[in-house]
């Protein structure tokens, strides 16, 4: 999934003015990202709470309720005149690009919509454990969204940050479709682990927010972090190579270790048991090791100017002021794998709380951190101190969730023993 923007980055470097299709696209993308973060947790909520027809329809119905505010809102954004002005307010960026911004809002509008949508059935999916199937779509988001934009670059008829935007949507669109048909007819036949028996009811505000409202926050702080390093670096000398500079490295950031995002949904559904814990971490262990030296391999290498020159086609200048941001890629993993495993223990107890808080601490500690350092260094290289801030927030939420998620483990191993103890003693 996070191949599109690497995607999408690679069609805009071969587009008219690069540099300001890249920072364009990536601050209107950042502030849609940020914006529908709330409908990413969903998943996960259909994962564990949806275990029957009517769980799922009054989950759904709340979520839908989120997505129509969104959806008006980004839309309203996107017509009004005075839009790309609270861009600009907002991220510090320059008229040109905060104009390209808002166009990038109005084409990707109908996101919102069809999130809940595609997550809803590939919670089913993955309920039924064949998650091949959410594999199988994201590839046909992919080729559609390549086929679109390296298909039109070349007739620029529009410019490249509104193209790239447009791929992405007709992309999810596609992936939507796809989901409904295959999920569609596993429900039909009531295929297996779907549903459960007995354990299906009505599903409260009360309780769908205890479970997804923590996440929700964590998801928007999380997401939040774009815009808001963006917020940093248009307050540098040079506001739109900074943009464009981290635009172009944190799509690689995200790449280079998501496969590791599938440690927290492969938590949540076989981490049922306390032993199952020790299994998933040493998984993780070895996985992401072999990530930090797939990254290093790219990014310490000759691999990396190949890259940087046949892939992305960007210009010498680009080329030197990504490259140092590039030589911390592969601690990355780290991070990311140990935070995605303690959240998916801590979802598959239904102690979401922490996860909530530690992504506030983050977003708050970049924020202070960031902010001052610009404005009496304002001469820094962005994309350099955009990722070292990133980087540097996400370990201390992974410190917090990962402290917690072994107090929990530790509780829910003592909680075992007792109950294995009680039949005896009777």
């Not at 008229?95 to 109908?110: G, N």
Request: proline share 6%.
């Amino acid at each position: 999934m996070t191949l599109a923007a690497p995607i999408i980055n690679s069609g805009l470097g071969r587009s008219s003015n690069p540099e300001i299709q890249i920072a364009g696209y990536a601050v209107g993308f950042g502030i849609l990202v940020f914006f529908n973060s709330p409908l990413f947790p969903f998943l996960q909520a259909v994962a564990v709470q949806g275990v029957g027809p009517v769980s799922r329809r009054q989950i759904f119905s709340k979520i839908m309720v989120f997505a129509v505010a969104l959806f008006i809102l980004e839309l309203t954004l996107a017509l009004h005149p005075g839009g790309k002005d609270i861009i600009a307010w907002l991220m510090g960026s320059t008229p040109e690009v905060s104009a390209l911004a808002q166009k990038v809002f109005l084409v990707q509008s109908p996101i919102p919509l069809l999130l809940p949508i595609r997550s809803l059935f590939s919670g089913v999916v993955m309920r039924h454990h064949n998650t091949w199937i959410i594999s199988q779509a994201t590839g046909l988001r992919l080729a559609l969204l390549s086929s679109i934009i390296f298909g039109s670059l070349a007739f620029g008829h529009m410019p490249g940050a509104v193209l790239g935007a447009s791929s992405l949507t007709f992309g999810i669109l596609t992936e939507t479709i796809y989901m409904v048909l295959r999920a569609g007819k596993l429900l039909r036949r009531n295929a297996s682990r779907i549903n459960e028996p007995g354990a299906d009811g009505p599903v409260s505000w009360a309780v769908f927010f205890a479970f997804i409202g923590p996440l929700m926050v964590n998801a928007v702080t999380w997401s939040s972090l774009r815009p808001l390093l963006n917020a940093v670096l248009g307050r540098t000398v040079d506001p739109d190579l900074a943009q464009a500079g981290f635009g172009f490295v944190f799509p690689l950031l995200v790449l280079f270790a998501s496969p590791l995002w599938a440690l927290q949904s492969t938590t949540v559904v076989l981490s049922k048991r306390h032993q199952d814990l020790p299994r998933m971490v040493r998984f993780a262990w070895v996985t992401i090791s072999f990530f930090v030296v797939g990254i290093a391999l790219i990014v310490w290498t000759p691999l990396r100017m190949w890259l940087l020159n046949s892939v992305y086609d960007l210009g010498p200048e680009m080329i030197l002021y990504v490259t140092p941001a590039l030589f911390i890629l592969p601690y990355q993993p780290i991070t990311l794998g140990v935070r995605t495993v303690s959240q998916g223990f801590l979802m598959a107890q239904q102690q979401t709380v922490i996860i909530g808080y530690a992504s506030m601490i983050k977003v708050l500690v970049v924020a202070l951190i960031g902010f001052p350092l610009v404005h009496f260094h304002p001469e820094v290289n962005g994309a350099l101190l955009a990722t070292l801030l990133m980087m540097g927030g996400e370990t201390l939420e992974s410190c917090l969730v990962a402290m917690t998620c072994f107090r929990a483990f530790k509780r829910a191993g003592q909680l075992e023993s007792k109950m294995e103890l009680e039949p005896e003693a009777a």
